[in-house]
């Protein structure tokens, strides 16, 4: 993940005060962007369009105070893992554990000590930036959970749970919804003549041709995919897998593999149908029509019997 200049947003009402901390941050040389605000509007203002990585809020300002602004970034799915140091005037307990309560990660009385200060910044910055690694690490490790490493496309699980959705918003509403399941054709005897390798490179050619393509597509399994068509009907459908069919047909390989020649076979099913209540139904509505079309000559689509 690239790393980004942490920005520092600074908030008090008192322009010199905004000075005296802005001096301080600025006197310690850190290797941040800094930004200023008089108040909870203008701060909110300020993050609309700009990331900001630490916050030093004062407590007491006209209009939305330290306290409400805490309250408006706890609210945010956007701001809420922004840190807040909390500046305070106040020598007693009861003021700063009332920022604590609401959000803040730290305080720092007034008048400060610049140490002081730049060191609680310095270690609010390295939190937000290990959990901002966390979290990426986290997105990264979920996308690999979806997602088949080869293709691109979703994996089989992934896919089952986009269709299970689909398939419910579609029998609740009552609009149409298709399946598309293919199958590269003597894909076997491509592996056990030009090696595994091979294989792969037709593989992960597909998955190019249907990540560009309509609908939902996965990698059902070895050289089987299969894509959700959502508000298509049967006959829509049907052309959606002959086009492809066709832009299979015609793709074309380097090297080694500039001889090939590579077809699929299609089965497709669609909702709504007499036949059909269940997912597990249209599931096995699109594989038979599949079987049907490799066992009919391959090379070809065949749709589910109409209702």
């Not at 390989?253 to 597990?280: M, N, Q, W, Y």
Request: aromatic share 4%; charged share 30%; hydrophobic share 45%.
């Amino acid at each position: 993940m690239e790393q980004l200049q942490p920005v520092i947003l600074v908030i008090d009402d008192s322009a010199v005060a905004r000075e005296v901390i802005l001096d301080a941050l600025r006197q310690a040389q850190l290797d941040v962007t800094l930004l200023a605000a008089a108040n909870g509007e203008e701060a909110l203002a300020l993050l609309e369009r700009q990331r900001v990585d630490l916050v030093l809020c004062d407590l007491e300002m006209p209009g939305i105070d330290g306290l409400g602004l805490l309250d408006r970034l706890s609210a945010s799915e956007l701001w809420r893992e922004i840190p807040v140091i909390i500046l305070t005037g106040h020598e007693t307990s009861e003021e700063k554990i009332r920022g604590l309560e609401r959000g803040a990660c730290d305080y720092v009385t007034k008048p400060f000590d610049a140490g002081e200060l730049i060191a609680r910044v310095n270690v609010q910055l390295k939190i937000k930036s290990l959990q901002d690694r966390l979290r990426e690490s986290n997105r990264r490790l979920e996308q690999l959970s979806r997602t088949d490493p080869l293709t691109g496309l979703a994996n089989r699980r992934h896919f089952l749970e986009v269709l299970q959705e689909a398939f419910t918003a579609a029998t609740g509403e009552g609009t149409p919804l298709a399946l598309v399941m293919l199958d590269i054709d003597h894909f076997k005897r491509l592996n056990d003549t030009r090696g595994h390798q091979a294989g792969d490179t037709v593989l992960a050619k597909i998955g190019d041709l249907l990540l560009e393509g309509d609908g939902f597509a996965a990698r059902y399994g070895g050289e089987e995919f299969a894509i959700v068509l959502m508000e298509r009907s049967l006959g829509e459908a049907v052309r959606v897998a002959e086009q492809l069919r066709q832009q299979i047909e015609e793709l074309t390989f380097d090297g080694g593999l500039a001889d090939l020649k590579l077809t699929a076979s299609f089965g497709v099913a669609a909702i709504p149908h007499r036949e059909v209540e269940t997912l597990t139904q249209l599931i096995r509505e699109a594989d038979d029509a599949l079987y049907r079309a490799k066992h009919g000559g391959r090379n070809r689509v065949v749709a589910a019997a109409a209702s």
